[in-house]
């Protein structure tokens, strides 16, 4: 219940200036995935790595103009390790 | 990895870096009663770093790059409140195997500058295991996202 209190809570408040633009914070976790690295043409090198669940997050900031152009960065960190058995 | 050989059955391990960092400009191109859409573009900046590690020997790509991409963006009515949102970044390819895709289909709840998402977040793209470069790199991620809006 904290967890959606927090939510809704910060999503719902209200933004300083709509021509100000506003944040956006996501958060996940990608359930399924797929990874594999191969070298000059060797289809198998690395592929079936093991990745578990490897979070995901990304923050937006958007301008909010009803009309016209709209302009927004986004940035998208993406590290893990992992282990395993060739 | 050229010139780098991993043996079957040896432990091995994988850092591995993709930080990406985006300008986006989309237009709105569409409105409807229901739906709105906007097209527009990113110059999106990526940095990868992997390094693969077995028994003493290292297999280590590091670069950076930085390119354009398409930005598709649409959202449908569902009532007052809540919405359908999908929005892509997408770098396509016609074999669709090459490139890079972003998408994400949510359910936004709230409206105008009010407002959060529940969804899914489906990252993928690399480049064909059939090419022959130096070192060819392939993800595929699909997974459920919350997006809350300050």
């Known amino acids: ?28 976790a990608f359930v399924l995935n797929s990874f594999s690295l191969s070298s000059l043409g060797s289809s198998n090198s690395t592929s079936g790595w093991n990745l578990g669940i490897p979070p995901t997050v990304r923050a937006e900031w958007w301008t ?14 993406v590290f893990f390790f992992r282990s395993r058995m060739f | ?49 992997f390094d693969v590690q077995s028994q003493g020997v290292s297999g280590r790509n590091i670069n950076f790059i930085a390119f354009p ?8 009515a569902l009532d007052s409140s809540k919405s359908l949102h999908f929005r892509i970044d997408t770098f396509p390819t016609l074999n669709g195997i090459d490139g890079l895709y972003d998408a994400l289909l949510a359910l936004k709840l709230g409206k105008e500058l009010f407002w959060n998402e529940i969804g899914i977040r489906a990252f993928w793209g690399g480049y064909s295991p059939d090419e022959a470069t130096e070192n060819n790199n392939r993800i595929a991620f699909i997974g459920p996202v919350v997006r809350v809006r300050f």
Request: no cysteine.
């Open chain 2, 1 to 49: 990895m050229k010139g780098i050989v991993f043996h079957k059955g040896a432990p091995a391990t994988l850092h591995y870096q993709f930080h990406n960092f985006r300008v986006t400009g989309n237009y709105l191109i569409s409105r409807g009663a229901a739906s709105t859409i906007k097209l527009g573009g990113s110059i999106i900046a990526r940095y990868l770093n």
């Open chain 1, 64 to 77: 909010d103009r009803p009309e016209g152009w709209n302009f927004g960065v986004v940035a998208v960190p």
């Open chain 1, 1 to 28: 219940m904290a967890v959606l209190a927090l939510f809704f809570g910060l999503g719902f408040s209200e933004p300083a200036s709509a021509e100000a633009g506003g944040f956006t914070l996501e958060g996940g």
């Open chain 2, 69 to 76: 991409i398409l930005n598709f963006d649409w959202e449908w």
